[in-house]
């Protein structure tokens, strides 16, 4: 089984600041999908960026990055220039690589990010 | 269009009520999901339907019945529900098939409150 591991419970930072959300994952698996989803209090579920592991190359999304190291199953999510519309639960998730497709995510605890004015 | 739409919003019923949720997506997804989300906890996945077939069941309950009518519909039906079982209930779709892209899209979920 896969786990996911987000260690910062919340973060606070000023806007226009960088921050960075860590995340790491423990599987057994060689190919497999690596996602940052954003939960504001609107409560939807919005895909921030995804990283295949096959891929050597971090993902990168406007204002939105990755560091991806596989040998050290980390993925943790950068953001620069932050707004405030940033502020949200952050979910670090993973699924593996399968021929069917259709494989649900594993999630981490999240993190609560807070961009203050 | 690349919406999960969810119905109803808020639900609340007593527990010995029946009531079903409804999630349709017309993205031409494959596969669909329900996962159970709690406050200030991760979603927690419940179901899989590929191609309109139950793939995955973890574990969860009988008083949850899922049901896939056609490839742009999924229901969840609830009978005897126990307050525990108030949370947030999450519908998404993916493609479903590898080369399509591989992110769920999410609905915006249903409130629930069993009392």
């Known amino acids: 089984a896969q786990t996911v591991t987000q260690s910062q419970p919340e973060m606070s930072v000023q806007e226009a600041e960088t921050v960075t959300l860590s995340c790491t994952y423990d599987t057994s698996e060689s190919n497999y999908y690596l996602f940052w989803y954003k939960q504001p209090p609107s409560r939807q579920m919005i895909l921030v960026i995804r990283q295949e592991a096959y891929k050597q190359q971090n993902a990168t999304e406007n204002r939105f990055s990755v560091n991806f190291q596989k040998a050290a199953k980390s993925f943790s999510l950068k953001i620069s220039d932050s707004q405030l519309g940033d502020t949200a639960m952050y979910f670090c998730a993973f699924r593996m690589y399968s021929g069917g497709g259709a494989d649900g995510l594993t999630f981490g605890k999240g993190t609560h990010l807070i961009i203050q004015p | 269009d690349t919406e999960v739409t969810q119905t109803p919003k808020h639900l609340v019923m007593g527990m010995t009520n029946k009531k079903s949720l409804k999630c349709e997506q017309h993205m031409g997804h494959r596969a669909m999901y329900w996962y159970k989300q709690k406050a200030k906890k991760p979603p927690e996945l419940m179901f899989v339907?590929?191609?309109?077939?139950?793939?995955i069941n973890e574990s969860v309950p009988s008083r949850f019945s899922p049901e896939c009518p056609n490839s742009s519909l999924l229901n969840l039906h609830l009978h005897a529900l126990q307050p525990e079982d108030s949370a947030l209930y999450l519908c998404?779709?993916?493609?479903?098939?590898?080369?399509?892209?591989?992110?769920?899209?999410f609905g915006q979920g249903t409130r629930l409150t069993v009392v």
């Open positions: 339907y590929s191609y309109e077939k139950l793939s």
């Open positions: 998404a779709s993916s493609p479903g098939a590898q080369g399509r892209g591989t992110e769920a899209f």
